[in-house]
């Protein structure tokens, strides 16, 4: 092994070390043939405020629904928690799962969301939930970035890997 490639192995130990939880792609790329691979396209969604007397008028709950469009054809039903004001500070997390096809590959699997903003400054990370996908896409791990345009219109980028079909 040259230098940069022992550079890059120490690179990823440590990253694996200090941040495993925030970069899925690491325990992957130690995988023997396992390959990141790139996925893109759209997504129309739905939410629909969940409403509940009793709980505090602070924290709101949504479900929502997606459809989507490109390397990712399928559709997705999620869950919301929220707290703040979304144009300023505030947190949520959420839950979706995943039914369709990843670049023809069928199945289903979990993402995971957590956001944060900041005085306007948002952070989002969206990941696969470990050994949530079934049928072919079993071994799926990823993380997913949103983006959403001037006109409101939602696309996405998948960062993931997936081992080889048999």
């Known amino acids: 092994m040259g230098r940069s ?3 890059l192995v120490f690179c990823l130990s440590i990253t694996a070390v200090l ?6 792609l690491v325990a992957a790329a130690f995988q023997k043939g396992a390959a990141i691979n790139h996925a893109t396209g759209t997504f129309d969604v739905k939410l629909t405020p969940q409403t509940d007397d009793k709980g505090d008028p602070a924290l709101s709950r949504m479900t929502f629904d997606k ?21 300023t500070s505030g947190v949520y997390v959420a839950i979706e ?12 699997f979990i993402l995971h969301h957590t956001g944060l903003m900041t005085r306007g400054a948002p952070q989002l990370s969206i990941e696969v939930v470990p050994d949530s996908g079934a049928g ?20 996405y980028e998948f960062e993931y890997t997936l081992p080889e079909t048999k």
């Not at 469009?69 to 004001?85: I, N, P, V, W």
């Open 19 to 24: 941040w495993p939880s925030t970069h899925p």
């Open 67 to 87: 459809q989507f469009h490109g390397d990712l054809e399928g559709t997705s039903k999620g869950q919301m928690l929220a707290a703040g004001d979304p144009k």
């Open 136 to 155: 072919q896409l079993t071994g799926l791990t990823g993380k997913l970035i949103i983006k959403i345009a001037a006109d409101g219109k939602h696309s």
């Open 97 to 108: 799962k995943f039914n369709g096809t990843l670049k023809g590959r069928s199945g289903t």
């Open 5 to 7: 490639g022992a550079v």
